[in-house]
C-alpha cells in the first residue's frame, strides 16, 4: 500500500509514512505496531515507534526492530535528507490500556482496573476471550472467593492493567482460563 506523497514532512516522515515503511518487516518479525510519535519540537526531533505482540518483545528483539526501523528510514529519506533524529523502539509498558482485541488477549491471567460503559469500575484478573466477549475474575467477599463475569469487550470504556507484586493464586487463573504469564500455573 505504497503512497505517492513525499516521505517527508517537514523533512521528517509522518506516524502513517513510517507505519507504512515497517508495517510489513514488523509483523514478519511477530509484532504490531501500537503507535508512533513524531514529535518534531523536541531538539533533536524524535520518532517512537511502539510495538508489541503475543510474545513481549524482549531487548534482543527491540534492539532488531530498531535496526531493521533505521535501515527503512534510511533508504526512504533519498536526496532530500531527513532533519537528524532520535529513533526509540520500545514495548507499550506495563500499565497500558487496553483498547482493541488483542490487547486482552495478550493480558489474560493480568490484572486491569476496568472501567463499564454504565460508569462502574473494578479490578479484575482478564480470562479468556471468545467471540467478542471477556472472561473477568473478580474477587468476592473473603479472600478465596471469586465471581466470573463475562463482558461484551463493547461494554468496557477504559482498561489498564495493573501492577502486581506477589502471584495470583491458582484457583483465581484457573478461573481466568488458564496459567500465568510465564506459562507456568499459580502456586496457590
Avoid: C
Avoid at 508489541?52 to 532488531?64: E, K, Q, S, V, Y
Amino acid at each position: 500500500m505504497a503512497s505517492d506523497a513525499p516521505l517527508r514532512s517537514a523533512r521528517l516522515p509522518s506516524p502513517e509514512q513510517v507505519v507504512e515503511l515497517l508495517e510489513g518487516d514488523f509483523a514478519q518479525a511477530g509484532y504490531d505496531i501500537e503507535d508512533v510519535v513524531v514529535d518534531a519540537a523536541t531538539r533533536p526531533p524524535r520518532i517512537v515507534i511502539v510495538a508489541d505482540g503475543d510474545t513481549p518483545p524482549d531487548l534482543d528483539a527491540i534492539a532488531a526492530l530498531a535496526r531493521t526501523a533505521s535501515e527503512r528510514l534510511d533508504d526512504a529519506d533519498g536526496a532530500d535528507p531527513f532533519v537528524p533524529y532520535v529513533l526509540e523502539v520500545t514495548s507499550p509498558g506495563v500499565e497500558r490500556p487496553l483498547t482493541a482485541e488483542r490487547h486482552f488477549r495478550r493480558a489474560r491471567g493480568r490484572k486491569a482496573e476496568v472501567t463499564m460503559s454504565d460508569g462502574s469500575q473494578q479490578i479484575a484478573r482478564i480470562g479468556e476471550i471468545t467471540d467478542g466477549t471477556v472472561r473477568l475474575v473478580v474477587a468476592g467477599a473473603k479472600p478465596s472467593q471469586f465471581a466470573v463475569r463475562d463482558v461484551a469487550l463493547a461494554d468496557i470504556v477504559k482498561a489498564v492493567v495493573q501492577v502486581e507484586f506477589s502471584p495470583p493464586g491458582r484457583k483465581e487463573i484457573e478461573l481466568a482460563g488458564g496459567t500465568t504469564e510465564s506459562g507456568r500455573e499459580a502456586d496457590s
